[in-house]
T-cell receptor, first 114, second 115 residues
Framework: AQTVTQSQPEMSVQEAETVTLSCTYD???????LFWYKQPPSRQMILVIR??????QNATENRFSVNFQKAAKSFSLKISDSQLGDAAMYFCAEGTSGNTPLVFGKGTRLSVIA | ETGVTQSPTHLIKTRGQQVTLRCSSQ?????VSWYQQALGQGPQFIFQYYREEENGRGNFPPRFSGLQFPNYSSELNVNALELDDSALYLC??????????????FGPGTRLTVT
């Protein structure tokens, strides 16, 4: 069975600084996808970034980037130049190809300090 | 492009009652997945509908059932409500084009409270 583990229940970062959120996963699939979702207090789950497991290059989206270590089954999210609007719950998720359901971690609550 | 919408936003029910939650998928999407998110937890997969057929189910009892309509909107029905059913229910839509990458787009959720 697939599992996703986020070992940091809470993190905080000063505005304009950089923070890294950790995620490890376990899957027996060879073709899979990894995602980071952001859930602000408004509750809407927003896709932040995605990584295809077959790609060696780490994904980046503006201030958000990942460090994908396939052998270690690690998928961390780095947020650069943190902004107040980045404060939210962040969920790491894994899905295999073909539209299978996502498996989520328990989330990390990120606070941004002005 | 219209995003995923859910109704109602909030709902309070009594133990033993039945509830129906609704989801309108994003334009062009043919697959709807439902998730239950208990307080302080990540979402848990309930089931998925693709072209009006159930296409996978998580570890939820049969009193959780669903429907998908020809316009790809969907309903989640829960019978004989229990206190532990209190949660945020999320709907996510996606376009199933077979093996390959996909992304699920989430609605704002329905907060269900069972008393």
């Amino acid at each position: 069975a697939q599992t996703v583990t986020q070992s940091q229940p809470e993190m905080s970062v000063q505005e304009a600084e950089t923070v890294t959120l950790s995620c490890t996963y376990d899957t027996s699939e060879s073709d899979y996808y990894l995602f980071w979702y952001k859930q602000p207090p408004s509750r809407q789950m927003i896709l932040v970034i995605r990584q295809e497991a077959y790609k060696q290059q780490n994904a980046t989206e503006n201030r958000f980037s990942v460090n994908f270590q396939k052998a270690a089954k690690s998928f961390s999210l780095k947020i650069s130049d943190s902004q107040l609007g980045d404060a939210a719950m962040y969920f790491c998720a894994e899905g295999t190809s073909g539209n299978t359901p996502l498996v989520f971690g328990k989330g990390t609550r990120l606070s941004v300090i002005a | 492009e219209t995003g995923v919408t859910q109704s109602p936003t909030h709902l309070i029910k009594t133990r033993g009652q039945q509830v129906t939650l609704r989801c309108s998928s994003q334009s062009g999407h043919n697959t709807v997945s439902w998730y239950q998110q208990a307080l302080g937890q990540g979402p848990q997969f309930i089931f998925q509908y693709y072209r009006e057929e159930e296409n996978g189910r998580g570890n939820f009892p049969p009193r959780f059932s669903g429907l998908q309509f020809p316009n790809y909107s969907s309903e989640l029905n829960v019978n004989a409500l229990e206190l532990d059913d209190s949660a945020l229910y999320l709907c996510a839509s996606s376009f199933n084009r077979g093996p390959g990458s996909y992304e699920q787009y989430f609605g704002p959720g329905t907060r269900l409270t069972v008393t």
